[in-house]
């Protein structure tokens, strides 16, 4: 089982609304990850957690803010956000975060967020 | 920083044509990937190679990786029109599996 399950699948919210995506695997992987992606772009890193630590965060406003309550579980709470926030998010997971052959980051489905 | 440059970033063409797309990075890397996006949908593996001369193949689709020349290949073979999609090649970095992804290459195979 390669899966990596997302919810919800689409989002729409206001500027003034909190939401949190979610993001599950059952692998036993321990990185996950967050990518943002906007149309035709490839996807553009956001965090990286490593054993449930966050051990990258390529400076992402605050509005955004991960969570990564066990190895299996990975959310991100969304608050305050701006129009150009809208996107697809992605989330993906692997082995771990150190170089290991063959290192594959299995990604989600995505969930399509518009923010009005 | 580590930059990766995929062309052509569009590619149309006849259903049993074969062509080639290019990968290259600007900094040391022995390990890129592949994958493929469908429209609106998530990322799917294609190919892991982790070493120079390594060459794998998946039905009609071939890649191979040059390190010395920081070139990777995804050669498409007598293309058919379930092969259209987005093509992304993706180089990491240590110490983390931190992944730069190449602009991509969208490809429509046209009946």
């Known amino acids: 089982d390669t899966e990596v399950t997302q919810t919800p699948k689409h989002l729409v919210m206001g500027m003034t609304n909190k939401k949190s995506l979610k993001c599950e695997q059952h692998m036993g992987h321990r990185a996950m990850y967050w990518y943002k992606q906007k149309a035709k772009k490839p996807p553009e890193l956001m965090f990286v957690y490593s054993y449930e630590k966050l051990s990258i965060n390529e400076s992402v406003p605050s509005r955004f803010s991960p969570e990564c309550p066990n190895s299996s579980l990975l959310n991100l709470h969304l608050h305050a956000l701006q129009p150009e926030d809208s996107a697809l998010y992605l989330c993906?997971?692997?082995?771990?975060?150190?170089?290991?052959?063959?290192?594959?980051?299995?990604f989600g489905a995505g969930t399509r967020l518009s923010v009005l | 920083e580590l930059k990766v440059e995929q062309n052509p970033l569009f590619l149309s063409m006849q259903e049993g044509k074969n062509y080639t797309i290019y990968c290259n990075y600007s900094?040391?890397?022995?390990?890129l990937y592949w994958y493929r996006q469908d429209p609106g949908k998530s990322l799917e593996s294609l190919f892991v190679l982790l070493s120079n001369g390594a060459v794998k193949q998946e039905g009609r689709l071939m890649a191979s990786l040059d390190t010395k020349a920081r070139l990777s290949t995804l050669h498409i073979t007598a293309a058919v029109h379930d092969l259209s999609a987005t093509y992304f090649c993706?180089?990491?970095?240590?110490?983390?599996?931190?992944?730069?992804f190449g602009s991509g290459t969208k490809l429509n195979v046209k009946p």
């Open positions: 900094t040391t890397s022995d390990r």
């Open positions: 993706a180089v990491d970095r240590v110490p983390f599996n931190k992944f730069y």
């Open positions: 993906a997971s692997s082995h771990s975060t150190m170089r290991q052959v063959g290192d594959i980051q299995y």
